[in-house]
């Protein structure tokens, strides 16, 4: 009886862990070990997101020009996914101006937007942190003045275990692929 109880107990445990438990594969962006600080002051890694689709963006809340139109492409792609469960997705926008998005500027900028913190964060680190992960999305960014940055216009989508596995570059309105490919990575 005894071991009939380990077995049922050990069967328990076993079954309790989740997949955010499961080993990133090595080119995961659960491996990057930076802590970001997010909009509500909170610090957060991307392995605390394991288990969920990311969809990201790197804009800066001050810019006037692409990252608006870059926010909308994200609202866009939000409401044609539709609505899911925000365990299943998150959609993060990263700053490269950590010096002026502040913790409150990040949350002024995603009230402004009417996005749920549910689904939506906003991140900032440093700046060798940011530019360490811009290279690695295949971001390229540029200060071209104290409140002015050039930088590349990618939204990318990340597996549920942190690997790339789309990018959409430019402004535009063709949403198809990046939809079809975030639902599909949500069912796996």
Not at 45 to 67: E, P, Y
Request: aromatic share 8%; proline share 4%.
């Amino acid at each position: 009886m005894k071991n009939i109880t380990t077995c049922i107990l050990v069967a328990l445990i076993m079954l309790s862990c989740s997949k955010k438990d499961e080993e990133a594969p090595s080119d995961s962006i659960y491996n990057i070990p930076t802590s970001w600080e997010k909009q509500d002051g909170r610090n957060i890694t991307f392995s605390d997101l394991k288990g969920k689709v990311l969809v990201t963006a790197m804009i800066f809340t001050s810019c006037k020009t692409a990252c608006p139109r870059l926010t909308a492409e994200m609202r866009t792609i939000s409401q044609k996914v539709g609505k899911t469960d925000p365990d299943q997705i998150q959609y993060v926008l990263i700053s490269i101006d950590p010096e002026n998005d502040t913790p409150n500027a990040m949350k002024r900028y995603l009230d402004m937007n009417r996005f749920n913190e549910k689904e939506w964060t906003f991140i900032r680190g440093s700046e060798e942190e940011i530019r360490e992960l811009a290279n690695i999305m295949a971001v390229k960014y540029k200060q071209i003045s104290p409140i002015e940055f050039s930088h590349s216009n990618i939204i990318t989508v990340y597996s549920k275990k942190g690997v790339l596995s789309f990018q959409k570059e430019g402004l535009d309105s063709d949403y198809e692929a990046i939809v079809h490919e975030i639902k599909k990575q949500i069912q796996l």
